[in-house]
Structures are given as C-alpha cells and as structure tokens.
C-alpha cells in the first residue's frame, strides 16, 4: 500500500514539473512580439508560404504564421506552370489549399502572379501562332482570376515586365503581344475580377531608371481607362547597401500617381555576390568565398543585419499612409529562395526568423521601434 501511494506521489510530482516546462514554454512563446499585432495601424505584414506549410506539415512554422502575419502571397502554387500545365488543363488544388488555409486563420491572400515571363507553362513557350498565344493569355487570365474573385485581396496581375533601363523585357508576352501586352493584362484581370486590387510587381524599381519606366507604364494603364491598384516593389536587397534614398523616392513618386505601394519579398542577402536584382536566370560561379557564413552567422553581421531592417522601417513607417503591405519572401533563414540561388546549397540568413523559428536581433530592432513612439 505505502509502495503505490510512493508511486502516486512520484507520478503526480512528474506531472507538476511536465506542467510547468510546458508553461514555460508557452509562456516564452507568448512573450514574443506579433509583427502583426505591432503595426497592426500602420500597414498588412506578410510572407511568402510554400507547399509544406500551405498544407500544414511543420507544426512550428505552422504557429509562427498564425502569430506573426496576416496576409500571404503563394511562393510557387499560383504560378502559370502550376496552375495551367497544358491548354485547356488546370490543376488548382494547392492553389485552393492556400486560400483555404488563409481563410481558416484570417489571412489576406495575394495572388502571384497572373502573367510572368519566367514558370510558364511549357506548352505556352511553344505556341508560336499570335492567335492562339492571344487565346492562352486572355483564358488563362479569365479562368485564374475569376476562380478566386472575392477570396483573394489583390493579384500581382504582370511580374517583371520591366529592363533596368526601364524598357521594356524582351519575353515571350512582349514578342508575340507586343508593348500593349500589360495594359490588356490589366484590363482582363479587371473585368475577371472586378472586387480584387490590381498590382504590378517589379524588383530594382526603386532604382531611378527603372523606376521611370514603371512610371510610365502605370500611367499607360490609367490613360488606358483600365484600373491598377498599386506597384510592388520587390526589394530583394543587400546587406549595407540597401538603397533608402531611392526607395523613398519611390514611395513619394508611385504615391503621387494614386496608386498603392508594396513591399512585396522583402529579404536582405548577406552572402557575396557580383550582380544586383533578382532575375532567376542569372547565376554565379560557385567558389570557396560564397558561403561564408556555412557555420554560422558571425555576431557582427547579425547586428548590420538588425541595422539595415531598423533603417528600412524607420522608412515605412514614415510613409505609412502611402504603405499598403510589407511582405517577407519566406517564414525563416532555412525557407529563403537566396539558400539556391544564384548558387545552390549557400546558407543565408536574410529574414527576421533564423532555422529554428526563433527571432533575430533584427526583428526586436524592428519591434523596438514602435516603443519608441
């Protein structure tokens, strides 16, 4: 009889101690800062959501999505090439997945992307008829945005339309559709979707030259009598070199034309490497020099991390009344697109959240600001 009420007492004491770890822990979890919660009066946060996390596979990047952000653009299952892999064929079960997933946890969607050059469907690449390329641009545009008509919050209706020099992309839309190829974009996502904002979405267009050319072909579209919400701007930056000047003009420029500005895959690389901008065919040399950081990031570069997000929203918040959104491109370091490209099995660390789903120095620097207040 004493050996059980031993047992009994033994067991009950694990069970107070298993109660208050697990306290603990929900505790700690419960005392980091929500990003949404932060600058819930100031502008949407968001980031990007891949397939495991769309289908709810990881339980930690699951919670941190729900408490952190409230809106979500598909990293890939909204694409040209997932969605409409052959004429007449579509394939929206991730895509729907998505929207699911974000309506259940009240987060805004934002589609991307209707037209882009790059994950087209490579039938499409092939039709060489201007009819039917006609025909596969108008269907693909009716059939994707009207399905998620009143379930999406906006569409990055055209991607990377736009040269650094502000000319116009030499893709396949522009060869066989010709300049009025963004206009008509527009204007088919407008009567496809007449409730859901229209964006363009563009990365360097903060940088003067390009940024006039997106100027200009805002202000096409408007004289065109056709609706365009807003501008992205991409801002894939680099560590101590993010451009603040430029992007403030920017802001001020895109504002003044009564249209949105976004801040759509928002990263900070702090790998080397030879070229800015962040077209995907471009690609770098492998070498001894550019992975760096294999082991771990040095506290030094941790702090110009933290830097460089303080300074960027110092900026947005001083423009928050012309800055509808800032979106993260990725939940943590390990999800980043930079760990691939422009070279394969780099390890970056350009986000607010590192591989364990724990906050960065940057992302208290980026809080911080709004006690300061």
Known sequence: MKQKRLILVICTACLIVTACVVNKKSSTANQIPSLKEV???????????????????????????????????????????????????????????????????????NGHTLIWHSQMPMFARRIHDVDSFKTYFAEHIKTVASRYEGKVYSWDVVNEALNEDGTMRKSPYLNMLGENFVTEAFRLAQAAAPTTELYYNDYNNE?????????????????????????????????????????EESIIAYSALGVKV??????????????????????????????????????????????????????????????????FWGVNDGQSWLNGWPVRGRTNYPLLFDRNFEPKPAFYRVVELKKKK
């Open 39 to 109: 600058f819930k009066k100031d502008f949407g946060i968001g980031t990007a959501l891949n397939t495991p996390q769309i289908e709810e596979k990881d339980p930690k990047a699951d919670a941190l999505i729900k408490q952190q952000f409230n809106m979500a653009t598909p990293e890939n299952v909204m694409k040209a090439e997932v969605v409409h892999p052959q004429w007449g064929t579509y394939n929206f079960d991730l895509a729907d997945k998505m929207v699911a997933y974000c309506q259940k946890n009240n987060i805004k969607v």
């Open 207 to 247: 940088q003067p030259a390009k940024r006039a050319g997106c100027i200009e072909l805002i202000k096409k579209i408007k004289a065109a009598g056709v609706r365009i919400d807003g501008v992205g701007i991409q801002g894939h930056w680099h560590l101590g070199k993010v451009p603040l000047k430029d992007i």
């Open 262 to 327: 976004m801040f759509t895959e928002l990263d900070i690389e702090v790998l080397p490497r030879n070229f800015q901008g962040a077209d995907v065919n471009q690609r770098m040399n492998d070498g001894p020099s550019s992975n760096p950081y294999a082991a771990g990031l040095p506290d030094s570069v941790q702090q110009k991390l933290a830097d460089d997000y303080e300074a960027l929203f110092k900026l947005f918040l001083k423009h928050k009344d012309k800055v509808g959104r800032v979106t």
